[in-house]
């Protein structure tokens, strides 16, 4: 089976060594399972918050999550000094993200069921849960990519980020439906708080899938040994919360990569706020939900059919900096299209073209380039990028689409 798979897997991604092979299809049920739950968050993160605090103020969540976003990542850059992060990528998904979204759950039912009455309480607890999601997708995926990028060398990197990308869109095509469409459209639940226990349920499976990944990958795998990297210290260096944003200013090239996913955030985030609030608009409780579950889906089916169809080749051919420069030239052609066309519908694929253009060819390229970096700066720089410097940009887009 395992050497069925390689073969239909050279075709599209590369040519692997068997052990490789196994670690990197390890390494992606992870991030399956991480993608899935994910895009299982963001529909209700979107369908709560309007119904909690508007669709309205989607914008003013976003400068909210950056502002939590501060303390969020000095705490997570703390237990990157403190902990491994094969241990923190095994733990944080269950024991904060599980444990709070059961007692969440344990609100929106009784919210959803009018036991409680909406108040200044329920919105603030509406800006909170948009945050809590948003951290999710900026800490634990950057966690995953961080340890990643440790233990894969550049070769290695150029064909087992694209299969590793190709298999967590599974997560994201199945997890939407099965979590939230299911209850909704065929067991006709009433409620979100079903699907939130269902996350709860994957969220506790991470932590034996990720042991179970570091006992069978043997630990010279999990070592940082690839050739681009420098001799391990004996002593280990705590850089803390600060060396992530000094590097980040002071190379020019984590400049350059923060820039490139800028470009990206600022423009997705005005287009993303538009479809949400359309949607708001022609939807409301779990058929809002279920619409971006839909949406959700759809997103990663073509970004599944885009890796499959080989896009990942562009940069093998042409190098990473033209894959990079693929992705200014469709938003050109999409911000025309934005200005022109005013319908759910086309911003609803729009918004799915964009997000699979980013996980298809974007998102692998910019993970490429933190492999010959320093240890340093694929933790704690990329932190600062994918977090701090992710909410920046979103911020960004949200002070645009305040305006009047």
Partial sequence: MTKLLMSLCKVVFGEFEEKEFKKFLRLGSVLLMIIGIYWTMRPLKDSLFIQLAGGENIPWAKTVSLILMIPTVAFYTKLLDMFPKIKLLGKLPSLIYGSVILVYAAFIWAFQSEMIAPSFLTVALGY??????????SLIVAL???FLAEITNVEASKKGFPLIYALAQFGGITFPYILIQLPVNVFHVKTSAVSMLLIVVM????????????????????????????????????????EGLKLLFTTPYLAGIFFSLAFFEILTTIFDFNFKYEAGQVYSGTALASYLATYSSVVNTVSF?????????????FGITISLAIVPIFFGLAILGFLTIQSLNFLFWLMVCSKAINYALNGPSLKQLYVPTSP????????????????VSKEGGSGLNLLP
């Fill in 128 to 137: 909170f849960w948009y945050f809590f999601i948003e951290s999710f997708g």
């Fill in 144 to 146: 995953f990519w961080a």
């Fill in 203 to 242: 969220l506790f499976l991470i932590n034996p899938l990720v042991k179970y990944v570091a006992r069978k990958t043997p630990k010279e795998e999990l070592s940082a040994q690839s050739i681009e990297e420098k001799p391990k210290e004996t002593k280990k260096k705590k850089t803390g919360f600060m």
């Fill in 305 to 317: 059919i885009f890796l499959i169809l080989g896009i990942n080749k562009i940069s093998k051919r």
């Fill in 376 to 391: 340093e700066a694929k933790s704690k720089a990329q932190a600062w990028i994918e977090t701090f410097g992710s909410r």
